[in-house]
């Protein structure tokens, strides 16, 4: 004789079996997560990495100086300084200069400098310079305000980001996004870059220490990382797709028969 409760019975297991099974496919593999893993065939010595050469970003065209000009005489010093405040005391802020197409920038005085090609370091000194003809002892602050890089993909906080001391590595520029999403391809990591014209799309590895030997490590001004999702999103993403409809008609045609109980 059947047992009418051998169905009920078997379908708490069944439900239990198929969740078991989802929750093992869903473990992750630590390889495919882990940052800077260790070559398994490296010396048990060798945590040691030799680093590029540190990036010194040079001045180009439409890019935006920051600039300020100080001395003992603060007054004169204001001059220089069109955003220096109305009063004529000391004042901190910034002036902003867009470097032009002949790649200058236009003082009030020192008139056209050029600039382009140039680092922030080497403009400060021949500012310096040229100051010194107006002002004693003139001191030259130099920032590069236009030095940003934007990132995308499966980072939590995506978006365009500005940096002040021109000097950002790849790690940096994830660690400002909040770091990867679990569901952003560690091994997919992509740095887009303005070189010679072209624009070049770079791979790189986040599970492998020889991230930090690649020339991609520091970042230039106008670069995009892109974190491609890895294959856990996708499927993800495929099954709500797949199963939403259904649901949504279930749901559907419960809420009629509801009603229409309700309504007799």
């Given at each position: 004789m059947n047992n009418p409760f051998a169905h009920k019975q078997t379908t708490p297991k069944i439900v239990l079996l198929l969740f078991m099974l989802f929750m093992m496919s869903s473990c992750l593999n630590r390889k495919a997560v882990d940052y800077f893993q260790k070559d398994p065939d490296a010396r048990p010595s060798a945590d040691a990495i030799e680093l590029p050469p540190t990036f010194e970003p040079k001045i180009e065209h439409n890019d935006i100086l920051g600039i300020h000009i100080a001395s003992i005489n603060p007054e004169a010093a204001s001059f220089f300084n069109p955003s220096q405040k109305a009063d004529g005391t000391s004042s901190t802020d910034m002036t902003n200069y867009l470097v032009d197409a002949n790649g200058e920038i236009?003082?009030?005085?020192?008139?056209?400098?050029?600039?382009?090609?140039?680092?922030?370091?080497?403009?400060?000194?021949?500012?310096?310079?040229?100051?010194?003809?107006?002002?004693?002892?003139?001191?030259?602050?130099?920032?590069?305000?236009?030095?940003?890089?934007?990132?995308?993909?499966?980072?939590?906080v995506p978006g365009v980001y500005s940096v002040r001391n021109e000097k950002l590595s790849l790690t940096d520029a994830i660690g400002l996004a909040g770091d990867l999403t679990i569901y952003g391809d560690r091994k997919s990591v992509m740095v887009i870059r303005d070189q010679n014209g072209k624009k070049t799309f770079n791979q790189l590895d986040l599970t492998t220490r020889d991230l930090f030997k690649s020339e991609f490590y520091y970042m230039r001004p106008g670069d995009v990382i892109y974190v491609a999702a890895g294959k856990g999103r996708i499927a993800s993403a495929d099954a709500f797709y797949r199963i939403a409809p259904i649901v949504i008609s279930g749901l559907t045609l419960i809420t009629l028969l509801v009603v229409r109980f309700t309504n007799e």
């Open positions: 236009e003082m009030p005085l020192l008139g056209k400098v050029k600039v382009s090609g140039l680092s922030t370091r080497e403009i400060r000194e021949l500012l310096r310079q040229k100051l010194e003809k107006f002002l004693q002892s003139p001191t030259v602050r130099v920032y590069l305000e236009s030095y940003k890089v934007t990132i995308l993909g499966e980072v939590k």
